[in-house]
């Protein structure tokens, strides 16, 4: 999978990255970082002291701090990235990173965006003022099975998690759509075939270059792990029968109550089916919970480790589903690897990527009424045991198959490579 870099002529050109400091920012942002680098390119990357990321596993890049260093006056201020980023001559952010559209707008600096969710959730992000205007913030408990008529894939409870346009995180979204507008062209982590009906309403939308490049394909993204991959699994995965495993895993940020988290411990235990359980530290929000679990557990059936190297084990052969908080990168992963899913989702854009699996792509099922062991169980059996599950599990293959050939020679993630560099040197 990993490339070899090239020795080209390029090399003295310099990109500046600045991921937003969480890992499932800096995963895709460094994913791409290698492509780039593989295609000739110098790196730098900006990092926050807050979730560094390992500079040890990229003797390739060069690392620079910022933010946290300046005395607290300066943070965020113009004349410390004006400083830094004078000398380079192109740099590139993760869309969150609003703000840095006007400091390279101050330097000339052209500036690209990586977006590190779906085109389908930009889609639903840029429509916010729209659904305010419409007034589905303020709507009460008694609508939220309702369809949203604007955006009629979605329900009112899959955007209510916005309470006002006014909310920061609202603001935030706003301005992340406003700045990526403004910027030079966008990378997505995705791919057409995925989301080709997206790419034409985002291209109508957001008037600049897209490329739609699906990272898993290209580098993995355990060298930008910000906690150790416990590998020991292994030998337990390789012992069990082809498709058979529930991998759990609900990415770096989810939190549930004990009474979930024992309801998940439950829904495993009655689905009888060999499960392998990232159970983060943190994960729980209780500290007890070690004192609640079903006696025995996880017994000969499972594993439950505080985090996985999450690419190999959907790669792994034993791997039959994956149980997923609906995490962007997460998602992207499992469609790579052709392992159907199991969508949870808990908060941000989780809700829309499960609705859009479930109902759209067809390669998952929406457990869209929180956590209870009964459906849980009977999620999984209908997943991995019954013949129900035998579509959704063949749709998952030939969407794998789409993300194999998109990157093959003329395939459109290969074009899409193609162009950025091309557009990158061209700047
Ligand atoms: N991940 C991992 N080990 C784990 C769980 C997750 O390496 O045990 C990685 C996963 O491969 C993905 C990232 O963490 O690249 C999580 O990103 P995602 O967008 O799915 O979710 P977030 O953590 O942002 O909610």
Same mark, same amino acid.
């Given at each position: 999978m990993e490339n070899q870099p090239k020795t080209t002529v390029r090399r003295h050109r310099r990109i500046i990255m600045f991921p937003f400091p969480f890992q499932g920012h800096i995963n895709p942002m460094f994913q791409l970082a290698n492509l780039l680098y593989s295609e000739g390119f110098s790196i730098t990357i900006l990092h926050t &002291?807050? &979730?560094? $990321? @390992? %500079? !040890? &596993?990229? /003797?390739h890049f060069t690392f620079k701090s910022i933010l946290d260093d300046c005395p607290e006056n300066e943070r965020y201020s113009k004349a410390s990235w004006a400083d830094f980023a004078q000398n380079f001559i192109y740099k590139q952010d993760d869309a969150f990173w609003h703000f840095t559209q006007k400091v390279a707008d101050s330097l000339n600096l052209p500036r690209l965006v990586l977006r590190t969710s779906s085109l389908y959730c930009t889609i639903v992000y840029s429509s916010i003022p729209l659904l305010d205007d419409r007034g589905y913030f303020t709507l009460d408990e008694s609508h939220l099975e309702e369809q949203v008529v604007e955006l009629p +894939? +979605?329900?009112?409870k899959d955007v209510i998690?916005? @309470? /006002?346009? @006014?909310d920061p995180y609202a603001e935030l979204i706003c301005d992340m759509v406003k700045e990526t507008k403004a910027s030079s062209g966008i990378i997505w982590n995705s791919f057409k075939e995925l989301e080709e009906t997206e790419l034409k309403r985002v291209s109508d939308d957001f008037l600049v270059p897209h490329f739609l490049i699906p990272f898993p394909k290209y580098f993995t993204a355990s060298s930008s792990s910000l906690l150790e991959q416990d590998r020991t699994i292994f030998p337990w995965l390789d012992q069990? +029968? $082809? @498709?058979s495993v529930v991998y759990v895993s609900f990415g770096s940020l989810s939190q549930v109550e004990e009474k979930e988290f024992l309801e998940i411990a439950h829904g495993l235990v009655y689905s009888k089916q060999p499960f392998l359980w990232v159970v983060r530290h943190g994960f729980v929000k209780s500290s007890t919970w070690h004192e609640s679990l079903p006696e025995g557990f996880p017994g000969e059936r499972g594993r439950v480790v505080e985090w996985a190297p999450q690419q190999d084990v959907l790669a792994n052969e034993a791997t039959g589903v994956f149980w997923i908080h609906s995490g962007w990168n997460s998602t992207l992963e499992s469609i790579c690897e052709g392992v159907p899913m199991i969508c949870s989702s808990f908060w941000g854009d989780q809700p829309l990527d499960a609705r859009y699996m479930s109902e %759209? !792509?067809?390669v998952g099922v929406y457990l869209e009424n929180g956590l209870q062991r009964e459906e849980i169980a009977s999620a999984i059996r209908r997943l991995m045991v019954d013949e129900e599950g035998k579509e959704i599990r063949e749709r998952a293959r030939v969407l794998k198959r789409k993300a194999d050939v998109s990157v093959t020679k003329g395939g459109s993630s290969n074009e899409s490579v193609k162009t950025l560099i091309d557009y990158i040197s061209s700047l």
């Amino acid at each position: 999978m990993e490339n070899q870099p090239k020795t080209t002529v390029r090399r003295h050109r310099r990109i500046i990255m600045f991921p937003f400091p969480f890992q499932g920012h800096i995963n895709p942002m460094f994913q791409l970082a290698n492509l780039l680098y593989s295609e000739g390119f110098s790196i730098t990357i900006l990092h926050t &002291n807050f &979730n560094a $990321p @390992k %500079v !040890s &596993n990229y /003797s390739h890049f060069t690392f620079k701090s910022i933010l946290d260093d300046c005395p607290e006056n300066e943070r965020y201020s113009k004349a410390s990235w004006a400083d830094f980023a004078q000398n380079f001559i192109y740099k590139q952010d993760d869309a969150f990173w609003h703000f840095t559209q006007k400091v390279a707008d101050s330097l000339n600096l052209p500036r690209l965006v990586l977006r590190t969710s779906s085109l389908y959730c930009t889609i639903v992000y840029s429509s916010i003022p729209l659904l305010d205007d419409r007034g589905y913030f303020t709507l009460d408990e008694s609508h939220l099975e309702e369809q949203v008529v604007e955006l009629p +894939l +979605l329900k009112v409870k899959d955007v209510i998690g916005i @309470k /006002s346009i @006014k909310d920061p995180y609202a603001e935030l979204i706003c301005d992340m759509v406003k700045e990526t507008k403004a910027s030079s062209g966008i990378i997505w982590n995705s791919f057409k075939e995925l989301e080709e009906t997206e790419l034409k309403r985002v291209s109508d939308d957001f008037l600049v270059p897209h490329f739609l490049i699906p990272f898993p394909k290209y580098f993995t993204a355990s060298s930008s792990s910000l906690l150790e991959q416990d590998r020991t699994i292994f030998p337990w995965l390789d012992q069990q +029968l $082809p @498709k058979s495993v529930v991998y759990v895993s609900f990415g770096s940020l989810s939190q549930v109550e004990e009474k979930e988290f024992l309801e998940i411990a439950h829904g495993l235990v009655y689905s009888k089916q060999p499960f392998l359980w990232v159970v983060r530290h943190g994960f729980v929000k209780s500290s007890t919970w070690h004192e609640s679990l079903p006696e025995g557990f996880p017994g000969e059936r499972g594993r439950v480790v505080e985090w996985a190297p999450q690419q190999d084990v959907l790669a792994n052969e034993a791997t039959g589903v994956f149980w997923i908080h609906s995490g962007w990168n997460s998602t992207l992963e499992s469609i790579c690897e052709g392992v159907p899913m199991i969508c949870s989702s808990f908060w941000g854009d989780q809700p829309l990527d499960a609705r859009y699996m479930s109902e %759209v !792509s067809r390669v998952g099922v929406y457990l869209e009424n929180g956590l209870q062991r009964e459906e849980i169980a009977s999620a999984i059996r209908r997943l991995m045991v019954d013949e129900e599950g035998k579509e959704i599990r063949e749709r998952a293959r030939v969407l794998k198959r789409k993300a194999d050939v998109s990157v093959t020679k003329g395939g459109s993630s290969n074009e899409s490579v193609k162009t950025l560099i091309d557009y990158i040197s061209s700047l």
